[in-house]
């Protein structure tokens, strides 16, 4: 599991449970706003986790964040918004638990449940923040199994989808333009978003596999768009500029570096009975965060995106 999935399955949690908090005391009738305020806040700092990357412009914005604070929350951010909140879970799931056995609740097996995710699941994640969750060799072959891949022909390209039971074929005539995209968005956290983007002349060809997953019948449609995103999850994804050559005869230079990593800094090893941690300071780097590789009819990037709006 990777760190971004890890984050919105926290950010998810929480809301869930503040959200839960909210409906019990408005269920027994609480009036008082330091009761409601506090999940409140977990719920606002959820949703803005689960949507950091529609936030991210405003939180750059200089009109909202001071530098320093911004550079104080980067830098604070895995304690101030999981592993804090996180923590005051698990407490209140335990002191449900302590007030439960004390008084003799009549919880039954759905309460004793409940509270006991209350107090044991944030713990848990806290541990996968701080330590990393480890995966059996028999699961990690079947994240490569559901993983997107891409391969090529003279007809053009496929991306085989195993999650969605299907795949998608672009013909080489159908490509209008790509644009190679590698930038990172800073909110809470620094992510980096890289790719290829192709914009097609007309809808993709979608082959379902025989076997289809019950949630895959039950959303049998395919997507309509002309903008194909081929994201570097996708095996194979790098192996794109080359195939343009071969089959678009147009030649590129592709920088598949990251834009995080422009100039080292500073490099430190710390070591413990457990593993060996390099922690690494670069300066980014101020390239471009696209960039047309192929262009059908010379369009600029705003126009290519006007076009296929």
């Given at each position: 599991?990777?760190?971004?999935i890890?984050r919105?399955l926290?950010?998810v ?6 959200s839960?908090l909210?409906f ?9 706003f330091?009761?409601?305020?506090i999940?409140?806040?977990f ?16 939180y750059n914005?200089?009109?909202?964040v001071?530098?320093?604070?911004k550079?104080?929350i980067?830098?604070k951010?895995?304690f ?14 335990f ?15 759905s309460g004793?449940?409940t ?12 541990y996968?923040?701080?330590f990393?969750?480890s ?8 994240i ?12 053009g390209?496929?991306?085989?989808m ?10 080489w ?10 930038y990172?968005?800073?909110s ?5 978003y890289q790719g290829?983007?192709?914009y ?11 076997k289809?997953?019950w949630l ?7 997507s309509?768009?002309k903008?194909?995103?081929?994201a ?8 794109i500029?080359k195939w343009i050559e071969i089959y678009l ?5 592709v ?6 990593k422009?100039t080292l800094?500073s490099?430190?090893i710390?070591?413990?009975k457990r ?8 300066n ?6 696209e960039?047309?590789i ?16």
């Amino acid at each position: 599991m990777n760190e971004k999935i890890l984050r919105k399955l926290v950010c998810v949690f929480i809301l869930i449970c503040a959200s839960a908090l909210i409906f019990f005391d408005l269920a027994h009738g609480y009036k008082s706003f330091v009761i409601y305020a506090i999940p409140m806040i977990f719920v606002i700092v959820s949703v803005i986790g689960i949507f950091e990357e529609k936030f991210s412009i405003v939180y750059n914005s200089k009109l909202l964040v001071n530098p320093k604070h911004k550079q104080w929350i980067n830098e604070k951010s895995e304690f101030v918004f999981f592993i804090l909140p996180l923590s005051i879970f698990s407490l209140i799931g335990f002191l449900l638990t302590f007030f439960a056995i004390k008084l003799n609740w009549n919880l039954g097996i759905s309460g004793w449940v409940t509270i006991s995710i209350f107090a044991l699941f944030p713990l848990y994640l806290i541990y996968g923040f701080l330590f990393g969750f480890s995966i059996s060799e028999k699961q990690q072959r079947q994240i490569e199994l559901r993983q997107k891949k891409i391969f090529s022909n003279e007809k053009g390209i496929t991306i085989q989808m195993p999650l969605f039971d299907k795949d998608c074929f672009m013909s080489w005539q159908s490509i209008e333009a790509i644009i190679y995209y590698n930038y990172i968005v800073s909110s809470d956290f620094t992510d980096h978003y890289q790719g290829f983007k192709f914009y097609l002349n007309t809808i993709p060809t979608y082959t379902k596999y025989e076997k289809q997953s019950w949630l895959n019948k039950l959303f049998p449609k395919d997507s309509q768009s002309k903008i194909i995103d081929i994201a570097d999850d996708t095996k194979s994804y790098m192996e794109i500029p080359k195939w343009i050559e071969i089959y678009l005869n147009s030649k590129t230079e592709v920088d598949f570096n990251s834009p995080l990593k422009g100039t080292l800094i500073s490099s430190h090893i710390t070591k413990n009975k457990r593993k060996i941690t390099t922690i690494e300071k670069w300066n980014p780097n101020n390239k471009e965060p696209e960039k047309i590789i192929f262009n059908r009819q010379d369009l600029s990037i705003e126009e290519i995106k006007k076009n296929f709006r």
